[in-house]
């Protein structure tokens, strides 16, 4: 059964900490996204990732940033953490076609307090 | 641009009935790709169903089934037979090549089915 797999499903950190959220996909997917869901905004991109090494900026990428050093892996990194990045994150990966959907991870809830 | 508009928050069906979901879309490339997915409570994404726009017929898988019409950009879903593990996040989502090969997503319809 393919997999994404987020390494937290629950997250709780101090305000000022580095945060590494991770995500590990057994699929030999191209793409990596990752998004935060927030109540009443719903999916928003933060970063992406096309390939090994590569990423790009999503619509929200203030305050975040992410390595791609292997295919399979794509960590979200919040620098110093502020209690406004309290949020569902999700991680996903796909194919590189138009014709293909996205597989998810389980998400991480994060709550920085 | 591309959007992706969920006209409903939240809908409720009674169980064993059928209900439809409504989305709409904007995109000026003619080929491209239209997906439902489902969120329940577990938080997990799954894929419902997928459509594209070039095939005519409409895509059903199971009790899922979507009303494609591609001159009004609308691609609903329908529900048929609903049952209590239905209650989710339903997302409506595009995927064409003009937003860099990326789904775009609606905001979401919370559906809640009720005994």
């Known amino acids: 059964d393919v997999k994404v797999t987020q390494s937290s499903r629950y997250l709780v950190k101090r305000t000022g900490e580095k945060v590494f959220l991770e995500c590990v996909q057994d699929?030999?997917?191209?793409?990596m996204f990752w998004y935060r869901q927030d109540p009443g905004l719903g999916l928003r991109l933060i970063y992406f990732?096309?390939?090994?090494?590569?990423?790009e900026k999503g619509d929200i990428p203030e305050g975040y940033s992410v390595s791609r050093e292997k295919k399979e892996r794509f960590s979200l990194i919040l620098e110093s953490a502020s209690t406004n990045q309290t949020s569902m994150y999700l991680c996903?990966?796909?194919?590189?076609?138009?014709?293909?959907?996205?597989?998810f991870g389980s998400g991480t809830r994060l709550t920085v307090v | 641009a591309q959007t992706v508009t969920q006209s409903q928050p939240e809908m409720s069906v009674q169980e064993a009935e059928t209900v439809t979901l409504s989305c709409t879309y904007d995109t000026s490339e003619n080929n491209y790709y239209l997906f439902w997915y489902k969120q329940p409570p577990s938080r997990q994404m799954i894929l419902v169903i997928r459509q594209e726009a070039y095939k005519q017929q409409n895509a059903t898988e199971n009790r899922f089934s979507v009303n494609f019409q591609k001159a009004a950009k609308s691609f609903s879903l329908k529900i048929s037979d609903s049952q209590l593990g239905d209650t989710a996040m339903y997302f409506c989502?595009?995927?064409?090549?003009?937003?860099?090969?990326?789904?775009?997503f609606g905001a979401g319809t919370i559906l809640r089915v009720k005994s």
């Open positions: 989502a595009l995927r064409t090549m003009e937003y860099g090969n990326k789904l775009v």
């Open positions: 990732s096309y390939d090994v090494k590569m990423k």
């Open positions: 996903a990966s796909s194919l590189f076609g138009t014709e293909n959907g996205y597989t």
């Open positions: 699929m030999d997917h191209e793409n």
